[in-house]
């Protein structure tokens, strides 16, 4: 049946887009911040996981918490030197900074990686799973679960621990969790630096399905956007929502109109969701 | 007396809360009429609505004869009803001079910026602000944020002026300056509605006083009769404390 | 600022000045030069018009590309079906203007993130259509126009003149504009919009008002460029750094000025080709740089920093570290540069 293939190919991939949308999403949330940085680190997470499997070995699932560490350790410096100085500031400003912040990180994997596609052919290779005429890939199966795993677990750690619940309310409302003796400013550095750790551990899981190249860091910022429009913003439900929802609407997108339209089918969804619910399926009224 | 302004049956629900609860008014051209109650009952959204920042859920309003109740906010300031906010909103950056042409400009349907800025200079001087006519809005103190925002009001021109709480903030003799001004404006032909918590200035500067409850117009009359209204009484004081009122001034 | 320069007579020599600079540039310069300048020309007219509506409304619009592809398209368009290329340009700024007109319907009542996010999606979305408008717009191949049947310096010359009156029409609407009631009531939206809807703003129209004035200068300024370059296509006439240089050009000079956008494209134009012509591979990573240097020290823009303030803190922070040098204790010098710095700015 095409039409159950195409809604299992449309679910696997929505598991991927929402988890990498959910660390843009979180910053969009907590700090009110588009950060146009997050495809290039996604793209950093990935190159950093095919070059740890080429040359060291380590299974790019297996380096998932490696990748994100380290992301984590820039986001945070990111975060804590440079855009923790404009918080507050108005959106063209964080907006215009994060852009210039993207570019310099853009053009310096530019220089060490150059523009070649690479992807990780994993030896021994995955294979199919097949049910009846159902055919899965099952790199692409394992990639959604530990990308559904991953966001529930940030969802996890948000309700359950001090310093989740200390983002919640940052989030909720940033001057009364001040005044609750929240340190702010750090907050906003844990919740950047988790958001990176989110796109590094993307990355990994993109360098197995995907080729990866600096090229293809606007495609992974813009399907983060697509979903948490879709989804809504603050709320984890939502980006789970949001990501199933682009995948099937790519997955069925392409059959009907061919692949190079897929991405024009997206933007167009966006934008009627913009005019008439810019704060999508299941989010609480966002930041403006 | 003709009215300039009529409210029939006017309603506001949010969600299951009746903030208004089927007002039913007339103010005449040239009256100060004050409006009271405890808080909470819906002096404020009584305002939005007249001003179209919140629509009414049903009823009619009517300004000179003419339905307004589906207006934008920014007929309803061309068409000469005028506002004060509690929380005052200049325009930061602008100069105090610019903040008042901008009224003028835009809803008293001056043409030419100049002209605009001529008028905005007599309501400086007019509410005593000429002095700091070029300052920048946001660094005024807060009781020449108030005046800003009546001088605002004032060059656009109003047929019907509200004031919600203007006088919040202010000390006693601020308080009596501001008395003298509103007399003024009254006497130049303007309707006013004072919303105020403050009941010097309304037993002063009113003819007329309504008071709202839970959102129901529970009194409308001339000052004298709503001070001894018993149900005013028991609005802001309480049933128990009302009926004890009463039983000493029966046996008195 | 210092008075001699504030002066309305000191101003309108100053203008003159640069203007005939501008007029008598081409007889001075190689081609080379003339065509860096036509490119300065080109980012002006664009910055120019996104302070239209950035600056003077304060919505972050990034549909500066989708404007200049469209108008780039549909002069290119024109001019292959022989109509000649003044008037093509002519009616491609129309033909873009009314697209603004349609576009700001749907996307001018968000704020923000969502209003950014939206104008910049448009011009994808217009890439795409483009891209598969094949038989009207050579699809990804792009679009070719006939040569032109000029000299190779009278060709240059004649897009300088070309994009110094598309940007001149920019600078005198901007003038216009500030003195203007539309101007006016575009600051008092960018200042408190809530406010200026109650003080009778039909906010609405004057939104709109500003995202057509963006768009019209843009979009002549595309059609010059593909008539002035001969090939498009979609990838180069929507990318992104259209919608964003001009931003930044407009930042760096001051948002809401009205030379701002003019002095940053200059300088931005300047720092580009310096940094193109040696360091090509890492050029857009200097960019970035700058941009980063731009919002962290210079927010406000060169005409809205009062530039005297900040070279007195800095003056001041000096003078505390020589303190603790024994050698300076006696000579005081910093409270004199910080005097001097002081009495300038007094009695300017």
């Known amino acids: 049946m095409l039409s159950l293939q195409i809604l299992i190919n449309g679910i696997l991939l929505g598991g991927l887009y929402s988890c990498i949308a959910v660390g843009f999403s979180l910053v969009w949330g907590v700090l009110n ?102 055919l899965i890939p099952i790199d692409r199966l394992y990639a959604m679960v530990l990308a559904l795993g991953l966001v529930g677990c940030l969802y996890a750690i948000l309700r359950a621990t001090q310093i989740g619940r200390a983002i919640v309310a940052v989030r909720m409302d940033r001057d009364a969790a001040a005044l609750m003796g929240v340190k702010v400013k750090q907050i906003y550095a844990v919740t950047f630096a988790t958001g990176a750790f989110m796109a590094g551990a993307a990355g990994c899981l993109m360098s197995v399905i995907f080729p990866i190249s600096p090229l293809t860091s606007n495609a992974f910022l813009g399907k983060a956007f697509v979903v948490c429009v879709l989804g809504g913003l603050g709320s984890m439900p939502g980006v789970i929502l949001g990501g199933i929802l682009l995948g099937l609407l790519e997955s069925f997108g392409t059959l009907w109109l061919g692949p190079d339209f897929s991405t024009t089918i997206a933007f167009v969804v966006l934008l009627t969701l913009l005019m008439f619910r810019p704060t999508g399926l299941l989010g609480k009224r966002g930041f403006e | 007396m003709s009215a300039i302004l009529e409210l029939r049956d006017v309603s506001r629900n949010f969600g299951g809360l009746r903030a208004l609860d089927g007002i039913s008014m007339s103010f005449g051209i040239g009256e100060v009429i004050g409006i009271i109650g405890p808080n909470g009952a819906g002096k404020t959204t009584l305002v939005n609505v007249i001003t179209a920042v919140t629509p009414a859920s049903s009823g009619d309003i009517l300004f000179n004869g003419n339905p307004i109740q589906g207006l934008t906010p920014d007929r309803i300031a061309q068409i000469g009803i005028a506002r004060t906010s509690q929380i005052v909103q200049p325009f930061p950056r602008l100069t105090v001079l610019d903040n008042v042409a901008a009224g003028a400009l835009f809803a008293a349907g001056v043409n030419t910026i100049a002209d605009a800025r001529s008028s905005a200079m007599e309501q400086l001087e007019f509410t005593g602000l000429a002095r700091v006519a070029h300052k920048l809005a946001a660094t005024l103190s807060l009781a020449d944020r108030k005046r800003l925002e009546l001088a605002k009001s004032l060059a656009m021109k109003p047929k019907l002026l509200m004031l919600d709480e203007v006088n919040a903030g202010l000390n006693a003799s601020e308080i009596d300056a501001a008395l003298d001004l509103i007399r003024a404006i009254a006497a130049s032909g303007v309707t006013i509605l004072l919303i105020e918590h403050l009941m010097k200035v309304v037993l002063n500067a009113c003819s007329r006083i309504a008071v709202l409850h839970q959102g129901r117009l529970i009194a409308d009359g001339i000052p004298e009769a709503i001070v001894g209204d018993a149900k005013v009484i028991e609005a802001y004081l309480g049933r128990k404390f009302a009926a004890r009122q009463r039983k000493v001034m029966e046996t008195s | 600022m210092n008075a001699l320069f504030c002066s309305k007579p000191a101003h309108i020599v100053v203008a003159v000045l640069f203007l005939l600079a501008f007029l008598f540039f081409p007889w001075v310069a190689n081609n080379y030069l003339l065509r860096i300048g036509t490119t300065m020309l080109m980012y002006s007219a664009l910055a120019l018009s996104w302070n239209f509506i950035g600056g003077f409304a ?38 873009v203007t009314i697209f603004a007109v349609v576009i700001g319907r749907i996307i001018l009542h968000l704020k923000g993130h969502y209003f950014a996010i939206a104008s910049l999606v448009i011009g994808d979305v217009l890439r795409e259509i483009i891209n598969g408008m094949t038989s009207l717009t050579g699809g990804g191949m792009g679009l070719n126009l006939a040569a032109q049947k000029m000299g190779v310096t009278e060709q240059a010359q004649f897009f300088y003149f070309s994009m110094l009156t598309v940007a001149g029409l920019a600078l005198v609407t901007t003038v216009l504009l500030d003195r203007s009631r539309l101007g006016f009531g575009l600051r008092c939206i960018e200042q408190n919009e809530d406010a200026a809807v109650r003080i009778g703003i039909n906010t609405d129209r004057f939104k709109t008002a500003a995202f057509m004035l963006s768009s019209t200068f843009v979009g002549m300024a595309g059609a010059v460029y593909v008539s002035w370059t001969g090939y498009i296509d979609p990838g180069e006439a929507f990318e992104v750094l259209i919608s964003v240089k001009p931003i930044v050009m407009t930042l760096l000079g001051g948002a809401g000025t009205i030379l701002g956008p003019v002095y940053g494209a200059f300088l ?15 050029h857009s990573g200097i960019l970035g740089l700058l941009v980063v240097l731009l919002i962290l020290f210079l927010p406000r823009g060169i005409l809205n920093t009062n530039l005297w303030s900040v070279v007195e803190a800095h003056a001041r922070v000096l003078r505390t570290y020589f303190r603790l040098l024994p050698r300076f204790q006696g000579i005081n010098l910093w409270a004199w540069v910080v005097r001097i710095i002081r009495n300038i700015r007094h009695q300017s």
């Open chain 3, 58 to 95: 304060g919505y972050p619009s990034f549909a500066t590309a989708a404007f200049f592809g469209l108008g780039a398209y549909v002069g290119g368009i024109l001019q292959n079906k022989g109509i000649p290329a003044p008037l093509a340009w002519l009616l491609a700024g129309l033909l």
């Open chain 1, 33 to 134: 911040i588009i950060n146009i940085l997050h495809g290039s680190m996604i793209v950093l997470g990935a190159y950093a996981a095919f070059f740890a499997y080429s040359q060291l070995g380590i299974h790019p699932f297996a380096f998932i918490p490696i990748a994100g560490l380290s992301l984590f350790i820039l986001g945070y410096g990111l975060q804590a030197k440079i855009i923790n100085r404009v918080m507050g500031a108005p959106v063209l400003i964080t907006l215009t900074l994060t852009f210039g912040l993207n570019l310099i990180l853009d053009n310096m994997m530019m220089v060490a990686f150059k523009a070649d596609y690479r992807k990780i052919i994993l030896d021994p290779p995955l294979g199919l799973l097949e049910l009846g005429s159902l």
């Open chain 3, 268 to 282: 931005f134009l300047l720092l580009e080709e310096t940094v193109w012509r040696n360091f090509l591979n890492i």
